[in-house]
């Protein structure tokens, strides 16, 4: 994991995009670095102490850098114990672009705030925690940039607790309506999941699920390059990228790629599908995604894109390598793979194999595997999905699963899939109900291969009941 550290780390900051100042964020610090605090008069009424006053005030001009080499311990002192003890919003928000701009001017002075907690045994993050409890949009989102850099541009992990507290909160923050700092928020993440012990941490408080419902949704291209930017990094990590499809990414990234207009967001697309296939040590799993791919028509995307000129090398290579391999995996396809990865994604539509019956003759005993995997994620989207296109689509293959696998009525009743099927009778499509109309057919006749004649009984042994929810 130590060279992908050294990738993260070696990215210019421009190529990560966080520090870009039309955020929000960045132009009210530029308003408020002009609004010069009074520390004389904070003195005078002896609310702060006289060191507190003499530290922050030779802080507070161009000798700073020269004033802090020589009495680092003393300003971290007075830097944290102002941002604790002073209620003023506008003096906090002062102190606040104070700190990051010092940390932005040379990110080892982390270390400065560090080397004083550990000294006197405090804790660093309590007092920028519970700034985020405040209700000022600006300290609440400056400290927590302050919060990020010093996560990681330190050689001190954040403790579990207050990461776990942090991370929640940057999710939570993601999912505010009209949030006017969503890019800060998004920085945020970019800067923290280049650790790799904090991407486990943002795993366990559904932080995937979150990124890709916002994704999902429709938000401006600098918000999405941010989130596919989390999930690159995410990547990274062998074991994350096995199991990131579980989440739905790869139709998601397909659909974004599809309709992308912006260079930058294409680019990182592409470089999470390359990570995709390239980072997970199960070959299995990388062939999975290959597939998954193909369903999603990424190879056409990819076509029109090498037809197109770009600026930036790692799109044209990425291009290239998708191509070969999504192309090679179409070679080895067989129409099974490709009926299962399309079950999976839950994108359901005609594609040739749902009519061909000699796929149902070859493969309908298939879908017993894996305890009825395909099956069960058939009779889910019966019962949950509002597409009278893949509610068609399900109802057909499950009448055609019942028309060639002898035990098909028995299995699809005990999955719950015959009762759902009958409600979609009174849907108010007219292609669903026809196709609902057919499966329940095919459920209600016994015997398929002798069509009218009497069903030999006890012909078949008694199965036990499929258990499980479908």
Request: aromatic share 8%; proline share 3%.
């Amino acid at each position: 994991m130590a060279d992908v550290q050294d990738l993260m780390s070696s990215l210019p900051d421009d190529k990560i995009d966080m520090i870009a100042a039309t955020s929000v964020l960045q132009q009210q610090a530029s308003d408020i670095r002009q609004n010069k605090v009074n520390w004389q008069s904070y003195a005078q009424s002896q609310m702060i102490s006289s060191e507190d006053f003499n530290c922050i005030s030779a802080l507070d001009n161009e000798k700073r850098a020269q004033y802090l080499q020589s009495n680092a311990p003393q300003c971290a002192k007075t830097f944290l114990n102002l941002v604790s003890h002073v209620s003023k919003d506008q003096t906090i928000q002062y102190l606040l672009v104070m700190i990051d701009d010092l940390l932005q001017e040379d990110r080892s002075r982390v270390e400065i705030f560090h080397d004083h907690a550990n000294k006197h045994k405090e804790s660093v993050w309590s007092p920028f925690l519970n700034l985020l409890n405040r209700q000022d949009g600006f300290i609440v989102n400056m400290a927590s940039r302050i919060i990020g850099k010093l996560a990681c541009w330190g050689h001190e992990s954040m403790p579990k607790a207050d990461l776990h507290f942090y991370l929640q909160w940057l999710k939570d923050q993601l999912t505010v309506a009209n949030n006017e700092y969503i890019q800060s928020v998004g920085r945020c993440l970019q800067m923290m999941l280049r650790v790799d012990e904090y991407r486990f941490a943002f795993v366990s408080v559904d932080g995937i699920s979150t990124l890709i419902s916002i994704l999902s949704s429709r938000v401006n291209f600098q918000v999405q390059y941010q989130l596919v930017f989390c999930l690159w990094v995410l990547t990274f990590n062998p074991l994350l990228a096995e199991k990131m499809n579980k989440f739905n990414v790869i139709p998601i990234l397909a659909d974004i790629l599809s309709d992308c207009a912006k260079e930058k967001v294409t680019r990182i697309i592409l470089a999470v599908f390359r990570n995709l296939i390239e980072k997970p040590e199960d070959s299995q799993v990388s062939k999975e995604h290959c597939i998954a791919m193909v369903q999603c028509k990424v190879l056409k995307q990819l076509s029109i894109l090498e037809q197109r000129r770009f600026d930036d090398e790692d799109i044209t290579g990425d291009v290239e390598f998708l191509t070969e391999k999504l192309q090679n995996s179409v070679q080895d396809l067989s129409s099974f793979d490709e009926y299962a990865t399309e079950i999976k994604s839950a994108r359901l539509e005609w594609s040739p194999v749902h009519k061909s019956a000699k796929f149902w003759r070859e493969n309908a005993q298939r879908l017993n595997e894996k305890n009825y995997e395909l099956l069960r994620i058939l009779v889910h989207l019966l019962e949950t999905s509002k597409d009278p296109l893949v509610l068609s689509v399900a109802s057909f293959d499950i009448g055609e699963y019942v028309r060639h696998y002898p035990r098909g009525k028995h299995v699809i009743e005990q999955l719950g899939g015959k009762q759902l099927v009958m409600q979609l009778l009174g849907h108010d499509d007219p292609n669903v109900r026809y196709e609902a109309l057919l499966a329940v057919q095919k459920l209600m006749v016994h015997n398929w291969e002798y069509l009218g004649k009497q069903l030999e009984k006890d012909k078949e042994p008694q199965n036990a009941p499929i258990s499980g929810k479908a």
